[in-house]
């Protein structure tokens, strides 16, 4: 079982930057695969960023690519996303997320099997 709790979310003027962090649970945690995910107000839940178990392998929406960097570290159990360069549309809640322990990277929100509570992200014009 692996519980995850996001924190880093707040207000920021269009063209900042922000750092999520996701802080997970379960000695399961460095062999997944982990995705955040965001979900506007009346949009479907989508990718934004995955990172393999080894975090030497990293995946974009082409939405966020150049602009947002993932990142892990195994021995805290934290995930990152760093976010520059923000655009109002990039307003969501965001969500981490977690496949089984040995699953590979996953763009698909069902691919996924443990979700945080999600943090907000604003960005103003």
């Known amino acids: 079982q692996v519980q995850l709790v996001e924190s880093g979310g707040g207000l920021v003027q269009a063209g900042g930057s922000l750092r999520l962090s996701c802080a997970a649970s379960?000695?399961?945690?460095?062999?997944?695969?982990m995705g955040w995910f965001r979900q506007a107000p009346g949009k479907e839940r989508e990718f934004v960023a995955a990172i393999n178990w080894s975090g030497r392998s990293t995946y974009y929406a082409d939405s966020v690519k150049g602009r947002f960097t993932i990142s892990r570290d195994n021995a805290k159990n934290t995930v990152y996303l760093q976010m520059n360069s923000l655009k109002p549309e990039d307003t969501a809640v965001y969500y981490c997320a977690a496949r089984r322990a040995g699953s590979t990277w996953s763009s698909y929100v069902h691919a996924y099997d443990y979700w945080g509570q999600g943090t907000q992200v604003t960005v103003s014009s």
């Open positions: 379960g000695r399961t945690f460095s062999s997944a695969a």
